[in-house]
């Protein structure tokens, strides 16, 4: 009977590793969408911006920072958004980072080589 709960065990234990890294799987794909998403959105920001300055310089109109203070505010909170989802795959992924130099390392690296912190793996 032993050999039976040692199959029934490993088999159970299996199962929710599976269970927890397709779960896993999946946040990781949703963090990408919603990262494409917010980079496609950026793109559109820099188009409208792009066509607000041509349309003013066409008609020799000046441009202040005012005039385009939303589109620079939209872009960088969409920035911002996009390196906390990416932080928060890199993590889910257990990739080994430094935030304070914002670099990815190898697996068996303790401190980052640039700024000498101590990397909680």
Do not use: W
């Not at 088999?11 to 990781?28: G, M, N, Q, W, Y």
């Not at 003013?56 to 969409?78: P, W």
């Not at 697996?107 to 080589?113: A, G, I, R, S």
């Amino acid at each position: 009977m032993g050999f039976l709960d040692k199959l029934s065990s490993s088999v159970s234990e299996t199962a929710k590793t599976l269970s927890k890294r397709s779960a896993d799987l999946v946040e990781i794909s949703k963090l990408n969408l919603s990262i494409r998403k917010r980079e496609e959105d950026i793109q559109e920001l820099y188009e409208a911006l792009g066509q607000y300055v041509h349309a003013r310089l066409k008609k020799l109109q000046y441009i202040n920072r005012e005039d385009v203070e939303e589109y620079i505010r939209k872009i960088e909170t969409l920035e911002a958004d996009i390196q906390v989802f990416d932080k928060m795959v890199l993590k889910m992924r257990k990739v080994n980072y430094c935030d304070r130099c914002d670099i990815e390392l190898d697996d068996d690296v303790k401190y980052c080589p640039l700024c000498g912190k101590y990397l909680n793996n």
